[in-house]
C-alpha cells in the first residue's frame, strides 16, 4: 500500500465541507483512498455503476436521509448527474440540524460533467481535490526510474515486471476506448481516438497543431478540438499554455501538449522497458512531461504553470508561478551534464524570474552561473513545497 499524499487534505476538507469531491481518471486510486479515510469513521460506499447500488437510490432523499450521520461515498458521481439537486437539499437540511461537514465524498473520473453539474447546484457546499497518478513524493528514490517508465497508475507501477505493466496499460487504453468513453455520451469511434491519442504521444511536449492532427486523421479542426477537449476532461492529456505579458517580443500562442502520464505515453508508443525508451527518440519529451506533471501536481493550490517561447530562439520550458509570489524558470533536461542554451538566458530576461533551476536526474545539486540551480525532481518538488506553505509578500511594503 503507498501512502498517498493528499490524504491528509482530504482529512482536513471533510472535517471544512458537507461535500467533497475527488476528481481523476481512472484506476488512478481514487476509490482506494476514499475507502481508507472512510475506514476509520461510520460511513457507506455506493458504486453507482453497479445496478444493485443504484437501485437503492431509486429514492434517494429517502435512502440517504436515513444515512445523515454517515460519511456516504458516491463512485462515479457522473454517471447519476440528478443526484446533484438531491444533494443540495439534504445538506441545507442537515446544516439546520448542526451537521454541517462531512456528510458526501464524492468521485468522480470526468472532471468537465462534475463540475458542471455540481457547480450549479452545490455552490458553496463543496470542495474540489484532484487525485493524480503516483508521484516522486509518494515512493523512494529507487523507484523513480521505474515511475518514469510505468507511469503513477498504481496497478501498472506494482506490477512485477515491465511486461505485465505494458500490458495493464495496453489493456487500460483499450477500456477507455471502448467502455468509458462511449460511456461519457460520446460518439466518437474507438478506432480513430486511439489513432488520435497515439498522435499526441507521438508529439509529447510539443506544440498544438492542430491542422497536421486533422491531416493524419482526414477531419477538420473543430473535431480535433472536441477530440482534445475530451482528453482534457478525462485528465488524460495536459494543455499548457504559453505565458504571456508584454515583453515586446513575438510570443507562441499554441499550447504544449503532453499525455499526462508518462506510462501511458510510453504504452501507446509501444514501448515497454527503459531499454526500449532510451532508445527512442520520444526519452527527452516523455522525461519532459513526467517532470512537468509532478512539479504541476506537487504544488500548491492556485500555482500557475505555463511556458516561455519567442521568436528568436528564446524559451523556457516550465514557467512556474506560485500564489502571491514571482515566477520561476524551470529548463528540464534529460542529461548528467546538461547545458543552458542562450534561448534560456535571453527568455530568462524577458520573464525576470524570482528563481532559475535546471531539473536532472542526477542526484546532487549544484549551482551554474548567473544564479541557475540545477536539482533533481524530489529537491524541486520540496523547495516549492517550502515556499508555497510562506505567508505571501504584502507587494505594499518593500
Same mark, same amino acid.
Given at each position: 500500500?503507498?501512502?498517498?499524499?493528499?490524504?491528509?487534505?482530504?482529512? =482536513? $476538507? *471533510?472535517?471544512?465541507?458537507?461535500?467533497?469531491? #475527488?476528481?481523476?481518471?481512472?484506476?488512478?486510486?481514487? &476509490?482506494? @483512498?476514499?475507502?481508507?479515510?472512510?475506514?476509520?469513521?461510520?460511513?457507506?460506499?455506493?458504486?453507482?455503476?453497479?445496478?444493485?447500488?443504484?437501485?437503492?437510490?431509486?429514492?434517494?432523499?429517502?435512502?440517504?436521509?436515513?444515512?445523515?450521520?454517515?460519511?456516504?461515498?458516491?463512485?462515479?458521481?457522473?454517471?447519476?448527474?440528478?443526484?446533484?439537486?438531491?444533494?443540495?437539499?439534504?445538506?441545507?437540511?442537515?446544516?439546520?440540524?448542526?451537521?454541517?461537514?462531512?456528510?458526501?465524498?464524492?468521485?468522480?473520473?470526468?472532471?468537465?460533467?462534475?463540475?458542471?453539474?455540481?457547480?450549479?447546484?452545490?455552490?458553496?457546499?463543496?470542495?474540489?481535490?484532484?487525485?493524480?497518478?503516483?508521484?516522486?513524493?509518494?515512493?523512494?528514490?529507487?523507484?523513480?526510474?521505474?515511475?518514469?517508465?510505468?507511469?503513477?497508475?498504481?496497478? =501498472? $507501477? *506494482?506490477?512485477?515486471?515491465?511486461?505485465?505493466? #505494458?500490458?495493464?496499460?495496453?489493456?487500460?487504453?483499450? &477500456?477507455? @476506448?471502448?467502455?468509458?468513453?462511449?460511456?461519457?455520451?460520446?460518439?466518437?469511434?474507438?478506432?480513430?481516438?486511439?489513432?488520435?491519442?497515439?498522435?499526441?504521444?507521438?508529439?509529447?511536449?510539443?506544440?498544438?497543431?492542430?491542422?497536421?492532427?486533422?491531416?493524419?486523421?482526414?477531419?477538420?479542426?473543430?473535431?480535433?478540438?472536441?477530440?482534445?477537449?475530451?482528453?482534457?476532461?478525462?485528465?488524460?492529456?495536459?494543455?499548457?499554455?504559453?505565458?504571456?505579458?508584454?515583453?515586446?517580443?513575438?510570443?507562441?500562442?499554441?499550447?504544449?501538449?503532453?499525455?499526462?502520464?508518462?506510462?501511458?505515453?510510453?504504452?501507446?508508443?509501444?514501448?515497454?522497458?527503459?531499454?526500449?525508451?532510451?532508445?527512442?527518440?520520444?526519452?527527452?519529451?516523455?522525461?519532459?512531461?513526467?517532470?512537468?506533471?509532478?512539479?504541476?501536481?506537487?504544488?500548491?493550490?492556485?500555482?500557475?504553470?505555463?511556458?516561455?517561447?519567442?521568436?528568436?530562439?528564446?524559451?523556457?520550458?516550465?514557467?512556474?508561478?506560485?500564489?502571491?509570489?514571482?515566477?520561476?524558470?524551470?529548463?528540464?533536461?534529460?542529461?548528467?551534464?546538461?547545458?543552458?542554451?542562450?534561448?534560456?538566458?535571453?527568455?530568462?530576461?524577458?520573464?525576470?524570474?524570482?528563481?532559475?533551476?535546471?531539473?536532472?536526474?542526477?542526484?546532487?545539486?549544484?549551482?551554474?552561473?548567473?544564479?541557475?540551480?540545477?536539482?533533481?525532481?524530489?529537491?524541486?518538488?520540496?523547495?516549492?513545497?517550502?515556499?508555497?506553505?510562506?505567508?505571501?509578500?504584502?507587494?505594499?511594503?518593500?
Amino acid at each position: 500500500m503507498i501512502s498517498r499524499r493528499l490524504k491528509p487534505h482530504l482529512n =482536513s $476538507l *471533510l472535517g471544512d465541507y458537507p461535500a467533497v469531491a #475527488l476528481l481523476g481518471p481512472r484506476q488512478v486510486g481514487k &476509490t482506494t @483512498l476514499a475507502l481508507e479515510v472512510a475506514g476509520k469513521i461510520d460511513s457507506i460506499y455506493l458504486d453507482l455503476e453497479s445496478p444493485a447500488d443504484r437501485a437503492k437510490l431509486d429514492e434517494p432523499e429517502l435512502y440517504l436521509a436515513d444515512h445523515e450521520n454517515k460519511l456516504v461515498i458516491l463512485d462515479e458521481i457522473q454517471r447519476v448527474p440528478e443526484l446533484f439537486q438531491c444533494l443540495r437539499g439534504l445538506i441545507d437540511r442537515g446544516r439546520r440540524k448542526g451537521i454541517k461537514s462531512g456528510r458526501f465524498l464524492l468521485l468522480g473520473s470526468a472532471s468537465i460533467e462534475l463540475l458542471k453539474q455540481s457547480g450549479e447546484t452545490l455552490t458553496g457546499r463543496i470542495a474540489y481535490l484532484e487525485l493524480s497518478p503516483i508521484d516522486v513524493t509518494e515512493v523512494g528514490p529507487n523507484v523513480h526510474d521505474q515511475l518514469w517508465i510505468r507511469g503513477g497508475f498504481p496497478e =501498472s $507501477l *506494482l506490477q512485477k515486471d515491465d511486461g505485465k505493466s #505494458l500490458v495493464w496499460r495496453q489493456n487500460f487504453i483499450r &477500456t477507455y @476506448l471502448e467502455r468509458d468513453v462511449p460511456q461519457l455520451g460520446s460518439r466518437i469511434p474507438a478506432e480513430t481516438l486511439r489513432r488520435f491519442w497515439v498522435m499526441l504521444a507521438h508529439t509529447q511536449g510539443g506544440l498544438l497543431n492542430a491542422a497536421s492532427l486533422a491531416r493524419g486523421l482526414g477531419l477538420d479542426g473543430k473535431t480535433i478540438a472536441k477530440y482534445l477537449d475530451l482528453m482534457v476532461d478525462l485528465m488524460l492529456v495536459r494543455r499548457l499554455m504559453p505565458w504571456h505579458r508584454n515583453t515586446g517580443k513575438r510570443l507562441t500562442k499554441s499550447p504544449k501538449i503532453f499525455v499526462r502520464d508518462s506510462g501511458i505515453a510510453h504504452a501507446l508508443l509501444g514501448l515497454g522497458s527503459k531499454e526500449d525508451v532510451l532508445g527512442h527518440p520520444a526519452v527527452g519529451p516523455t522525461w519532459e512531461g513526467f517532470v512537468v506533471e509532478n512539479i504541476i501536481n506537487c504544488a500548491p493550490a492556485d500555482t500557475q504553470a505555463s511556458y516561455y517561447r519567442a521568436s528568436g530562439g528564446a524559451e523556457i520550458d516550465l514557467i512556474l508561478t506560485l500564489p502571491g509570489r514571482q515566477p520561476w524558470a524551470i529548463e528540464i533536461k534529460r542529461s548528467l551534464a546538461p547545458k543552458l542554451s542562450r534561448g534560456f538566458h535571453s527568455a530568462c530576461a524577458d520573464v525576470k524570474p524570482e528563481a532559475k533551476y535546471v531539473v536532472y536526474p542526477g542526484s546532487e545539486g549544484f549551482t551554474m552561473a548567473n544564479d541557475v540551480r540545477v536539482t533533481n525532481i524530489v529537491e524541486l518538488v520540496a523547495e516549492i513545497g517550502i515556499v508555497g506553505a510562506r505567508p505571501a509578500r504584502d507587494p505594499l511594503r518593500p
